[in-house]
């Protein structure tokens, strides 16, 4: 379930919301290769909030073997984003990372893939998700309910904003010379260049130096490794869509939303 992107319109107008899919491979087109029918997959995909779902053979890849589908299914657009963030803000071993909105799907991937690049990761989130970031071994936590985090979080080495309206306040955040890599809008050109720092807005059109079929080859390998995990807060049935994505609305949720179509849904 995601709140931030809006549904494609097919070519009858009509239009499916949801970009997350996992399951069994159903059938293929021809000159496929990469994948086999009934094979287990998670891919980008139009259309997502469906029992079928159609999209290029190149960005579909076989899911991770310790990986529920509900698991596969969250990796995606929330794993794509925290991947890019830290692509972008060119985040290496020792380095000191500030992640704003750190307990969502996107931030809590990007506080575990920084933690695999060896990056010490300052998790910036309200007060009742502390246990949550703890267990992805974030190596600080500021609850932003609790304190005044401009006073808790300076001369990091890059910041990782998820979160609508907090890129501005993220710049006073990391040093000079530093990167700040926003998936929530943008921060201010004239502010990033008054603090010396090179600031990445990462949108639908944003193009990394990694494709999104490798990104995504990245994450399953990282997982396979024991190193990124999708929590799954709560698994609906895909009618109750709609609720669900009210649900999604509050911007607290911890973690991913996902919905079931099958009740296979929870197996490996």
């Given at each position: 379930?995601?709140?931030?992107r ?18 069994v ?29 159609v999209?290029d ?15 596969a ?42 933690k ?7 998790a ?24 005044n985090v ?42 990033c ?34 190193k990124y ?6 698994s ?10 009210q ?12 919905l ?9």
């Amino acid at each position: 379930v995601d709140r931030k992107r809006q549904a494609v319109p097919g070519p009858d107008g009509a239009a499916i919301p949801g970009f997350d899919v996992a399951g069994v491979v159903d059938s293929l087109g021809a000159g496929v290769t990469n994948v086999k029918v009934g094979e287990p997959v998670f891919a980008r995909a139009n259309g997502g909030y469906a029992q079928y779902a159609v999209t290029d053979a190149d960005g579909v890849v076989p899911k991770p073997k310790s990986f529920t589908f509900e698991q596969a299914a969250g990796i995606p657009v929330a794993g794509m984003a925290g991947y890019r963030a830290v692509e972008a803000a060119q985040v290496k071993a020792g380095q000191r990372v500030a992640i704003i909105g750190a307990a969502g799907g996107a931030g809590s991937a990007a506080v575990e893939i920084a933690k695999a690049r060896g990056a010490k990761v300052v998790a910036i989130g309200h007060s009742s998700q502390e246990a949550f970031l703890k267990s992805l071994k974030a190596d600080e936590f500021v609850a932003y309910d609790r304190s005044n985090v401009a006073e808790r979080v300076r001369d990091v080495d890059a910041v990782l904003n998820m979160v609508d309206g907090q890129a501005d306040p993220g710049v006073k955040y990391a040093k000079r010379g530093g990167h700040l890599a926003s998936i929530a809008g943008p921060a201010s050109q004239e502010a990033c260049a008054a603090a010396g720092l090179t600031c990445i807005q990462i949108g639908p059109t944003y193009r990394g130096p990694t494709s999104e079929p490798d990104t995504l080859r990245a994450l399953a390998k990282l997982a396979d490794e024991g190193k990124y995990t999708v929590r799954v807060t709560k698994s609906v049935p895909l009618a109750e869509a709609a609720s669900a994505q009210q649900a999604n609305l509050t911007g607290e949720t911890v973690g991913k939303l996902v919905l079931a179509v099958d009740e296979r849904a929870k197996q490996r």
